[in-house]
């Protein structure tokens, strides 16, 4: 019986592994361009009805200086991590009542499909 040498079953998982990380990044990449490209942009400083995205992973909400923020996010103590965006994308106006964003929310998947999108965006 032949077994495959550790190092070729290794590539060939870590192949496997990056094809669904980019599968995973096309499909969060599409419910970005359908739901979110309209209002955001992700260029550094380019805002459109919603301020940039960029970074947004990790950043305090209502952090960047030149966007005119509800009061409610520019007082905000809150960080963007993965959980409360996700919390945010769910529904935006029960988690910061007051907010200018006018969103209706995202189910589940295509929640969890942007939101690793947006942790890798600026790495691409």
């Known amino acids: 019986m032949y077994i495959e040498p550790p190092s070729v079953a290794l590539f060939v998982l870590a192949m496997a592994a990056s094809a669904m990380a980019d599968t995973r990044m096309h499909e969060g990449e599409r419910v970005f361009r359908n739901q979110c490209q309209g209002c955001h942009s992700l260029e550094p400083g380019r805002h459109i009805a919603g301020p940039s995205l960029h970074g947004v992973v990790g950043r305090p909400v209502g952090a960047v200086e030149d966007f005119d923020y509800s009061p ?32 209706w929310g995202l189910e589940e998947r295509p929640r969890r499909q942007v939101i690793e999108f947006l942790q890798h965006a600026d790495e691409r």
């Open 72 to 103: 409610t996010l520019r007082d905000s103590e809150l960080t963007w991590t993965p959980e409360t965006l996700d919390r945010f994308l769910t529904d935006p106006d029960a988690f910061l009542p007051g907010t200018r964003m006018v969103f």
